[in-house]
């Protein structure tokens, strides 16, 4: 297993409490009454525009928001053949934590930076042709991304 990261060990320790609280949301939501969830107003979260940060070449092909924090953006450079992700705030202040991190989806390599930034955490690259990338941003304590998509043609062929 190969990890490559840019952290602090509080970074590291903030982004680890941030993941877990995101594997409880489903089951916390589940609790929820079925007539909350439904009456509940969904929140207008301002997007962060992509920024360009990954460099030239680099195309966005998938993004998650993060609440009304920011987004996170998933570029490939087809090229290259290889993956960046950068994590945008929607409004740039004060240094905050945050975290940009890709990996393959079956978890062999994790690329990650992390720290405490006042616009954007990134960019963190990945030669990943052919195969499905996990990827994540975090800004203060809220977390999005998503776990094995942007599947190239030849994932079926290798292993």
């Known amino acids: 297993m190969t990890i490559i990261r840019r952290a602090s060990a509080i970074g590291a320790a ?5 993941c ?3 594997a409880l949301a489903p089951a916390a939501a589940a609790a929820e009454p079925a007539a909350q969830r439904a009456t509940a107003a969904p929140k207008a979260a301002a997007a962060a525009k992509y920024n360009g940060a990954c460099g030239g070449g680099y195309s966005v092909v998938n993004s998650a928001q993060i609440g009304t924090k920011g987004t996170v953006f998933l570029t490939y450079n087809s090229a290259t053949g290889k993956n960046c992700v ?18 393959f989806a079956s978890s062999t390599t994790t690329v990650t930076d992390t720290g405490y930034y006042t616009t954007y955490a990134g960019p963190v690259y990945l030669d ?3 195969l499905c990338v996990t990827w994540r941003g975090e800004i203060s304590g809220e977390v999005a ?12 062929n290798r292993h």
């Open 145 to 156: 991304g998503k776990n094995g998509t942007n599947c190239g043609s030849l994932a079926a």
């Open 14 to 18: 903030v982004t680890a409490t941030a």
């Open 20 to 22: 877990a609280a995101i």
């Open 86 to 103: 950068v994590t945008v705030r929607t409004t740039p202040g004060k240094a905050v934590h945050m975290t940009a991190s890709l990996g």
């Open 128 to 130: 990943a042709r052919g």
